[in-house]
Structures are given as C-alpha cells and as structure tokens.
C-alpha cells in the first residue's frame, strides 16, 4: 500500500517542488527535488498572474451553495424512493438510475440552450440550479443507507403523531450524517474541480472559478511560467487536501455503511 500511494503521491510532491524553484532549476538537466535555493516569492508572484483570490471566492460559493443543493433534493428524494408508500415508485426509481446512463456530453447541448433561452448565460445560474433539481447518483446513495434504518421507527413517530417531514427532518437526515457527508465531499470536490461547465457558461473573468482561471494562465503563459502555475495550482489543491483529513474519517464510514441493503 506504501508503494501504491508512493506512485499517487509522486506528481502532487513534484507539483509542490517545481512551484519552489526559479526557472533556471526548472529547466536544469536532471532531476532536483528540493530545489535550492527556495524560491518562496513564486507563491506571492502567482497571485499577479492570476487572480486567485476572486477565482476562489468564486469557486467557495459555487462550491458551498451546490452542496446545499445536492443535500436537499436528493435528502427528499430518497426519502421519497425508500420509505413512502405510491404507486409506480420502483418504476421512477429506475428512470432515475437509468438518466446515469446519459453523458453529460448528450445533455450539455440541450442544457446550453434552456439557459441561453432563459436569460442565465454568463451568470452562476447554470453552475447552481441543476443541482437544486436532484443527481442520480446522490439519490441512489442515501436511497440505500435510508433502507438500513429501521422501519419500527418510522412507525413508531408516526404513532406518536410526526408528521413525514418531522420523521425524515428528526430521524433519517441525523442517521444518516455518514452518507450526507459522502454526499457533500463528493459535490464539493466536483464543484471545485469542474472546468467544463464554467468554460461553457461563465464570460466575464471576474466570474472565473479557480480551474477557469488556471487554464486561461496555462494558455497565456503556461509554456514559460511552469513555477507560477504549479504555486497557483498548490495552492488550489491546499483546502481540498485539508477537507479529506477532516473528514476522511466520516467519509470512509459513509462508503462502508452505504449501498450495503438492497
């Protein structure tokens, strides 16, 4: 396993040394680990060259607002697939799984022009809405880990007068905190490394998330200033590093605990 992680972890440390050293060590023959001397100012250079820190309010609140979004649609959602009672439930539960299938590629067209015609391009509003509207994926997850909560006590809040919102609100959301973190890491880590979609709809620079805005500089001056985009690039990595060792714990409890019930 020491040797697995040696072969991941190899391009993220040659990331983290190429961002300390000058040009001249860059483009040295051989290969230099530890650079030497240190350059620490490539760090503070890398925000003239980009600019991050409105890349990064940017990608913060795309980020943290579409994990709002995935926690309520697809919370109800499952809810709705594993504990009501109506008719043609499994069949919708199937369409649902079947819309995994898709491409994004296939629907991005379509997408394109409902918000065109909506008036939304070149705002967030394509970056945040659809996930006000429910992922497969995401409902799948919490459908299984809600089927591994006991029905008794379902049936005993609603012998004690609960309505379905308190039981889903009091019971299955704080029993299932383990599946709703996945749920989160897993939107957070999309969010915030998805260059696709802000390439497609976002126009103004003011409104580049971080992965717009590292590859408008890798296109501008990526064949030159290598030691400026790997220091920009650290520090994009930085928080999703430091997200994972809080949660890994939380995180490593959801995958086991879910899709364990068919």
Same mark, same amino acid.
């Given at each position: 396993m020491i040797l697995f992680s040696l072969a991941f972890l190899t391009p993220v440390l040659w990331m983290i040394s190429t961002s300390l050293k000058t040009s001249e060590q860059i483009f040295s023959s051989g290969i230099n680990w530890i650079p030497n001397p240190i350059a620490f100012e490539n760090y503070t250079n890398a925000f003239n060259f980009v600019n991050l820190i409105s890349a990064f309010k940017n990608t913060l609140f795309l980020s943290v607002i579409n994990v709002v979004g995935v926690l309520i649609s697809c919370s109800l959602a499952a809810y709705a697939f594993s504990v009501l009672r109506w008719k043609y439930r499994e069949f919708f539960f199937y369409i649902t799984?079947?819309?995994?299938?898709?491409?994004?590629?296939?629907?991005?067209?379509?997408?394109?022009?409902?918000?065109?015609?909506?008036?939304?391009?070149?705002?967030?509003?394509?970056?945040?809405?659809?996930?006000?509207?429910?992922?497969?994926?995401?409902?799948?997850?919490?459908r299984q880990f809600f089927l591994t909560i006991?029905?008794?006590?379902?049936? &005993?809040? +609603?012998?004690?007068?609960?309505?379905? @919102?308190?039981?889903?609100? %009091?019971?299955?959301? =704080?029993? #299932? !905190?383990? &599946?709703? +973190?996945?749920?989160?890491?897993?939107? @957070?880590?999309?969010?915030? %490394?998805?260059?696709? =979609?802000? #390439? !497609?709809?976002?126009?103004?620079q003011n409104q580049y998330t971080?992965?717009?805005?590292?590859?408008?500089?890798?296109?501008?001056?990526?064949?030159?200033?290598?030691?400026?985009?790997?220091?920009?690039?650290?520090?994009?990595?930085?928080?999703?590093?430091?997200?994972?060792?809080?949660?890994?714990?939380?995180?490593?409890?959801?995958?086991?605990?879910?899709?364990?019930?068919?």
């Open positions: 799984l079947a819309t995994m299938m898709l491409p994004e590629m296939v629907t991005l067209v379509p997408q394109f022009v409902l918000f065109q015609k909506l008036g939304w391009y070149g705002t967030f509003l394509p970056l945040i809405a659809p996930y006000f509207c429910g992922n497969a994926f995401y409902i799948f997850l919490l006991p029905k008794e006590l379902h049936e &005993a809040a +609603s012998i004690d007068g609960c309505s379905e @919102f308190d039981i889903f609100k %009091n019971i299955y959301l =704080k029993l #299932s !905190v383990p &599946a709703l +973190s996945v749920v989160s890491l897993f939107q @957070f880590l999309f969010t915030w %490394n998805d260059l696709m =979609k802000p #390439s !497609v709809y976002l126009i103004d971080l992965s717009l805005a590292l590859q408008q500089f890798k296109a501008q001056h990526g064949g030159t200033e290598w030691a400026l985009l790997m220091a920009a690039t650290t520090i994009t990595v930085i928080p999703i590093i430091i997200i994972f060792f809080f949660a890994q714990k939380t995180f490593v409890q959801g995958i086991a605990m879910t899709g364990i019930k068919e």
